[in-house]
């Protein structure tokens, strides 16, 4: 090995000035090190090298200068970071000729291993300067150094015109004349087919905008700096341009992004410009964003200059069904910001015609996208490694985003302001993304390090591929940010906070026959408005006056064939913003999702419908089911270093029904800890108790710890109190619920174990309880093989124990489930469950309110089967069967769930169907009926008409409510209407007497967003 090097002292990243010896003896050890292996290597003080801070941030003119003069050919640096007990290393090799980064490498490894992890790093560094010795043996004498330009200062009158939009900074210029690297385009000529696309598929030109001329200068988008220099035909570089440095003089910002920000990459060193991705044995990415001098237009075109200039990011690997192995389907993506946005696009190859591609929903947040072909981004802005923001495009212009919580829970009524686009050309589609900075929330300071991810979804083949390797059992790959990879070089603008006021205006026509006394045709109008401000970049504080939700849809019929309470989700958009803040006793991340859930309650996510929830937004503004005004509130949300912080307190109005006006107070606060864990505590009140006099509140402290990729524990603590409220001293005591769980979610095996409590007296009015006065003990077990058959993609077999018993220790329930189930390469999915079930009744109730269930002790069984039809067909959805021993009865249903009948991409039906025959030996025979039926035409990705009707047998009713909505600018949207609920307990079609009216509404809802 030739040469001499100097190793300057290593920077400590995580500040602990106390672990500052560590950086010392790193470089001593290393200095040691090479000098055994016959490289001339010295220890060299930072103290007296006089650039060492722009050498360590990878200036090439600073590190050309020290080289000089310390008179050495190599200069080795780099940084540590200690968390706990877990230490990594990073360590860079410059060339001190020519400032090229030789090689990187980072080794983690526990703290009680500091030498080992210190010989692993000396091993790579003797690695990297053997390499560079042969490179140097082989290179000419190298010419003097030349100093990076300045920066050029701000455009005045009489300097060049600034390069137009899709230009580029810190790129290199090309040369005039043809393209090197890229094999099958001949100088001038039109654009072949490029090398590793679709088998099979012919080169030629390729079609991207009608009217550009075969064998011209490409010329990019229209811009007053003229046409973009280097290409083929171009006729040289620009005028007036300043010169650029070479790309060996502008090496990746790695320890400029480390260092800068406080982050350590969870990956492989930021790659060397002009090279866009670097990727390390395991798998993991770190992708350089790329500055542009001027936004870029989205049309979904990709015919800029950019995409020839700058190297695509490739390499995409499957998810499912190989996990680990090269997609097969080439994709194609780059990433771009201006000052004011980041930009996402992808050149997604086809070897099958656009007939045989899955698009057939265009509306926005609709489910059925995730059933489509479709690309997909997801930013961790934070770079905590389990919250972001998602993104998702199909090729028809569909789109949907969403917010992630703790690798999970996602939130598809998060709803930003961003602009995308698709297009087609010779050999698949193209998408382009418009990100606006003020659409995101991020941690402080201008340059960022941020989690990425990219997916694509090739639904006719049902292969899922992302940018990094994700596990199996990880599910959903956008919500494993663990494994996500890296984004390095986005400067955001400083002063980014956001400002936005949202007036509305409504008004309406009321009719409602059941009131007293009755209304008819009553006309109305109101308003109010929405204030949102970032009191930081990353704290957003919301406020609201006069809120109104009457644009929402109603909420879906449900049969409820047990003695407890139903759950309905919350659909109105003010609580569904960053509401996976305030989600408690979790588990992290898709633990437990495999899991599934007993025909009446019992086993499911995260414990099931039986763990109550202390915080149920659907609490404040609805009581009994009818609407309580809210007068106003506000909201905090967001992050302060590794704490998410979360805050709501509403106002609402007294009512005619008797309802008090009360204030609603929710606070929330969790912490980041080790890599994928967290703990929290939480607070709910309100000012007038439902069961008391007084207040109620709520407290309770959580945590979820994640290990490995599917390890995970998990639980709570909770207390409730009811002032006014005397309890007897039985209940004394039992204000209270606690749980204690652990899940292997893996994708071969699963297993989980819950220990559940909940007391008779634990009472969380802004919660929501839907069994209490019961201890419940759970455990389950899964074997989910992949076989090697060309239909089957995996076999499950599953069983589960599930028992409860009361306060009095009386057993109330026990449920043995086993369940076998089979999912097919078309993504049909077939499953069989048996179950037997023992239930003490304590009281009477009337099961979907009309079947009387009486007092007593019931051991029964039943099978269940059911077949999913893929979502990617025309018609879908879930034919199933349950028939077996229903309490002291039979019970034989059938049902048809989750229907979808796509007519055109724009229009669908979504049919449900239940029929229940349940026979009692005494009570005698009911037939229990559940019809529901959403109609969605959508004209444009902003703008359809959904239509909801349904009929339900425990109110005799059948009632349809329809909804026009269009967001005529983006943020600004127009709703049109209309509810109407009708009798039909004595409707006969013999009597061809239309059902009696019970309430109708029409209302127009406006409102208009003004963003700062």
Known sequence: MDGTAAILSFINISG???????????????????????????????????????????????????????????????????????????????????AAVLDAVTVDGAFDELFDVQDQVAAQVRRMLASGSRLAAARPAPAPPVRAQPPVPAAEPTQAPRPGPGSLTGIPERRPGPMTGRPGRPPGGPMTGRPGGPPGRPGGPMTGRPGRPPGGPMTGRPASGGPMAGRPGGPGPETGAPPRSEPAEQPAGFSS???????????????????????????????????????????GVLDDGIYETVPSIEGFVQQLPIEGAPTTERTEAWIFFSDDAVYVAARLWSSVPESQWIANEMQRDSFQIINNDYFSVGIDTFYDRRNGFAFMITPIGGFFDYEITDEGNPNNDWNPIWNSSTGRFDGGWTVE????????????????????????????????????????????????????GTLVGVEVPTGNRRFEIKPYAIGSVNTNLTSTPQILNEGAGDGGIDVKYGITQNLTADFTYNTDFAQVEADEAQLNLSRFNLFFPEKREFFLEGRGIFDFGRAAGNAGGQFRASRLGGSGFFG?????????????GLTGGETVPILGGARLTGKAGRYSIGALNIQTDDTSGGALGTNFTALRVKRDILRRSRIGGIFTGRSVSVSGNDTNEALGLDAAFSFYDNVNFYGYYARTRTR??????????????????????????????EHLVVGDAFNPEVGFVRRDDFLRNYVLARYSPRPSMDLVRQFTWEGSYDYFENGAGITETRIAQGIFGVELENSDRFSANYERRYDFVPQEFNAAGVVPIPVGEYDYQSIFLSYAMGQQRRVSGTLSLWSGDYYHGTINAVGYQRGRVEITPQFSLEPGLSVNHISLPVEGTYTVPLVTSRVTYTFTPRMFFGGLVQYSPVSDTISANLRLRWEYQPGSELFVVYNDQRDVADFSFGARRWPELRNRAFVIKFNRLFRF
């Open 608 to 620: 099931g419908g039986d763990v109550p929830q202390v915080f149920y937004s659907r609490r404040i």
């Open 433 to 484: 993304m418009e990100i606006p900075f003020k659409s995101l929330r991020f941690q402080s300071g201008q340059n960022q390090v941020w989690g990425l991810q990219l997916g694509r979804r090739i639904r006719y083949k049902n292969e899922t591929t992302y940018l990094t390797t994700v596990p199996i059992s990880a599910g959903p790959g956008m919500f494993r940010l663990s494994a996500a």
């Open 724 to 753: 006014g409220l005397e309890l007897d001293s039985d209940a004394q005591g039992n204000e209270q619920s606690y749980q204690a769980a652990f899940a292997y979610a893996g994708d071969l095996y699963g297993l989980q174990a």
């Open 16 to 98: 602990d000035s106390a672990d500052d010896w560590i950086g010392t003896g790193i470089a001593e050890s290393l200095a040691a090190d090479l000098n055994r292996a016959g490289v001339g290597a010295t220890r060299t003080e930072t103290a007296s090298v006089p650039r060492a801070t722009e050498v360590g941030l990878g200036a090439p003119d600073a590190i050309v200068e020290t080289g000089r003069i310390l008179g050495v050919s190599w200069l080795v640096t780099g940084a540590y970071q200690r968390m706990g007990d877990r230490l990594r290393i990073t360590a860079r090799v410059f060339d001190a000729a020519t």
């Open 257 to 299: 992004a480390t260092a800068g920000s406080g982050v350590i990459i969870d990956g492989p060193p930021p790659p060397v410009a002009p090279e866009i991705v670097a990727r390390d044995a395991a798998g993991r990415a770190t992708v350089r964003a790329v500055r542009l001098d001027a936004p870029l237009r989205v049309d």
